[in-house]
C-alpha cells in the first residue's frame, strides 16, 4: 500500500461509520473511495458494493475489474484519500480446506518440461484451478455441442501431403493486419485473467513480448488496458477486442485511446448481443458463495444462478447494427474487424461495409450452442468472397477449438489468414504462469516445423486449398477416429444436485 505525502489520511474507524446506502465509502488497494452516488450505476448492482460498506473490498474487487476501474468511473471529488495504515486491524483469515488441497495440487503439478502438448495444459488447469475460475473459462452455451464440434470439425478435415519438395528450410512467420508475428496464430481476447493467475493477462503480454506473438486485448480483461500495454516490450504490437457500451462515448473513448496506445487492430465483437446461458458457471453460482468472483451477488437486474459472464456483460448493447459500422469507421482509422461471423452472407455484408476483416468463431462454444465450427464456415466464406471477388485486402481469421499447430495449417489451407487461440493460452498461464504461455508458444513452433516439413511446404504461402480434404467438413455424421486427449480433459456438464447428497 502505497501512501503519498500530501494524501488525506483516514482512520478505519470512520471508514466503518459510511457503511449505508445514504453513505458508502469502500477501501481498494488502500484508498477510501465515497462511492454512495455510483451504487446505483455499478455494473454488477449495488447490492455487492454494500457488502463491502465500510470496510476494505480489495479482495472481492481485484480478479474481476482492472485496478483503474474505480479511479476511471469515480469523479475525483469522490477519491477521499488514503488509510491511515496505523489504523488497520490486521485480520487473520483462515485458509480453506479446498484451498490447501489447491496448493498443495500446485505444488506438485508436473514439471514444465513434462507438457508436451496444449491439452497437458488443460488438464494440469482443470485440476488446478479454483472451481469457479475453472467453470468460468471451460463452460459453454447450453449443451455444450459447439464447443465440442469445434474439435471434431478439424478432425473431419484430413491432409494431402507433397513429397520430394526440399524442406530443409521451413519458415512459419507472417504478418496479421501489417504487423510481423513470428506464428500464424494471435492470442484470442479471454476476459478476468485474474481468476485463473495472480498475474492475469500480464502473462500473456509478457510471453507475446518475448516471443513475436499478437496478443488481443479484451475489454473484460482483469488487468487494465494501459497496465498491458505498459507491459509490452517497446514496439510489441496488440490488438483490442470491443464489447460495444450503450454508451457510445464510453466506446469512442475507449478506441480512441487504444489507437493513440499504438494498438493496430480493433475487434469488434458481433456475436454477443447477450451473452450464451453457460451451465457449468450459473450451477456453481448456484453453491454458495466464498471464493473467487463475486460480481454478480445480488444484481438487481441479473438472477443469482446467472454466473459471472452474464454479470459483467451487462453494459454490452444489444441494438449494435449494421448501420454502426460507418461511425467506427469514423472514429478511428485502426484496421476494424467483426469478430464473430457464423454465414457467407454476414461475410459479405461485413465485406461491403468497408471492414478490413472478420472473425469466423462462436466464441469458443459459448454463445450459440449448435452454431457451426469456424473451419465449416470458413469454407463457404472463402467460396462465397471469392465469387464476389475482392478488390481490396479483406482478411478472414478463425478461432475455436484450435490445440495443435496441424489445425491451424489446415484453417491457413482453406483461406485463413491467421488462427485466435483462447483457451490453450489462457490454461497454459493458469497452470504454470508466463512460462506456461512461452512453453505453449514452443509447441506450436515444434509443431509447425514438423507438420510443414511432412506436408511439403517451406512458407506458409504454399499452403493450398488442394492440401486438404475438406468433403466431410459439412458431414456431421459418422464415426471419425476418437481425440482422447481432448475427450478426457473435456468435463461433461452436470445435472442439478439434491442438497444432501446422502439421500
Ligand atoms: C474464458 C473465456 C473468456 C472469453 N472472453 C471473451 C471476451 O471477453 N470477448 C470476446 O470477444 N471473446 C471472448 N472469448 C472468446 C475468445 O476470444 C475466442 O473466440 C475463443 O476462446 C476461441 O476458442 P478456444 O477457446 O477454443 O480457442 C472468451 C473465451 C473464453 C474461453
Known amino acids: ?17 459510511h457503511a449505508s446506502r445514504e453513505s458508502c465509502w469502500i477501501i481498494v488497494h488502500g484508498k477510501v473511495y465515497d462511492v454512495t452516488n455510483f451504487l446505483d450505476e455499478h455494473p454488477g448492482g449495488s447490492k455487492i458494493i454494500l457488502k463491502y460498506a465500510g470496510r476494505d473490498a480489495t479482495e472481492a474487487y481485484e480478479p474481476i475489474h482492472p485496478p483503474d476501474a474505480i479511479t476511471t468511473n469515480l469523479p475525483t471529488s469522490k477519491h477521499l484519500g488514503a488509510i491511515d495504515p496505523a489504523t488497520i486491524v490486521a485480520v487473520v483469515k483462515e485458509v480453506s480446506e479446498e484451498e490447501k488441497r489447491r496448493q498443495a495440487l500446485l505444488a506438485t503439478r508436473p514439471p514444465l518440461d513434462e507438457i508436451v502438448n496444449l491439452h497437458d495444459f488443460e488438464a494440469v488447469a482443470r485440476v488446478v484451478l479454483p472451481e469457479k475460475a475453472w467453470a468460468y473459462y471451460s463452460s459453454a452455451s447450453d449443451d455444450e455441442i459447439t ?12 491432409f494431402r501431403p507433397r513429397v520430394l519438395r526440399n524442406v530443409a528450410h521451413v519458415d512459419w512467420s507472417t504478418t496479421i493486419l501489417g504487423q510481423k508475428s513470428s506464428l500464424p496464430v494471435y492470442i484470442s481476447a479471454t476476459a478476468l485473467g485474474k481468476l485463473g493467475h495472480p498475474d492475469g493477462e500480464l502473462n500473456l503480454t509478457r510471453a507475446a513480448g518475448k516471443h ?28 483490442v477486442q470491443l464489447y460495444v457500451n450503450r454508451d457510445r462515448e464510453i466506446t469512442k473513448r ?37 471464493s473467487g468472483a463475486k460480481v454478480q451477488e445480488g444484481q438487481k437486474d441479473v438472477p443469482k444462478d446467472q454466473g459471472v459472464a452474464r454479470a459483467i456483460s451487462a453494459f ?15 472514429i478511428t482509422k485502426m484496421p476494424i474487424i467483426l469478430k464473430g461471423i457464423s454465414t457467407a452472407e454476414d461475410a459479405l455484408l461485413a465485406y461491403e461495409s468497408g471492414v478490413q476483416g472478420i472473425v469466423l468463431s462462436n466464441h469458443g462454444g459459448r454463445q450459440l450452442d449448435t452454431a457451426r465450427s469456424a ?47 483462447g483457451r490453450a493460452f489462457l490454461y497454459a498461464f493458469c497452470a504454470y504462469g508466463q512460462p506456461g504461455v512461452e512453453k505453449a508458444i514452443q509447441i506450436f513452433r515444434d509443431e509447425l516445423e514438423m507438420n510443414m516439413r511432412l506436408l511439403g511446404v517451406r512458407t506458409l504461402s504454399e499452403l493450398r486449398p488442394e492440401m486438404v480434404d475438406a468433403r466431410a467438413l459439412n458431414v456431421h455424421t459418422g464415426a471419425v477416429p476418437e481425440d482422447n486427449l481432448f475427450r478426457t480433459t473435456y468435463q461433461p456438464l452436470a445435472l442439478a444436485k439434491f442438497r444432501d447428497s446422502r439421500l
Not at 464447443?147 to 484430413?158: C, K
Open 1 to 17: 500500500m502505497s501512501v503519498s505525502l500530501n494524501e488525506t489520511l483516514i482512520s478505519a474507524e470512520t471508514v466503518k461509520q
Open 147 to 158: 464447443i465440442r464440434e469445434n474439435r471434431l470439425a478439424f478432425q473431419r478435415v484430413w
Open 212 to 239: 513475436g506473438v499478437i496478443q488481443m486485448i479484451a475489454t473484460l480483461a482483469s488487468c487494465s488496458f494501459d497496465e498491458i500495454i505498459d507491459a509490452g516490450v517497446p514496439g510489441q504490437p496488440f490488438f
Open 254 to 290: 475507449y478506441v480512441q485511446h487504444a489507437e493513440k496506445r499504438g494498438v493496430k487492430g480493433l475487434f469488434i465483437t458481433v456475436d454477443a448481443p447477450q451473452l450464451g446461458r453457460r451451465e457449468k458457471d450459473m450451477r456453481l453460482k448456484l453453491i454458495g458463495d466464498t
Open 316 to 330: 454490452i448493447d444489444p441494438s449494435l447494427c449494421w448501420d454502426d459500422i460507418p461511425w467506427f469507421r469514423s
Open 375 to 421: 473451419l465449416e464456415i470458413l469454407v463457404e466464406v472463402t467460396e462465397a468472397l471469392k465469387k464476389r471477388g475482392t478488390t481490396r485486402p479483406f482478411d478472414v481469421f478463425v478461432d475455436g477449438g484450435v490445440r495443435r499447430a496441424s489445425d491451424v495449417l489446415k484453417a491457413l489451407a482453406l483461406g485463413a489468414k491467421a488462427v485466435g487461440v
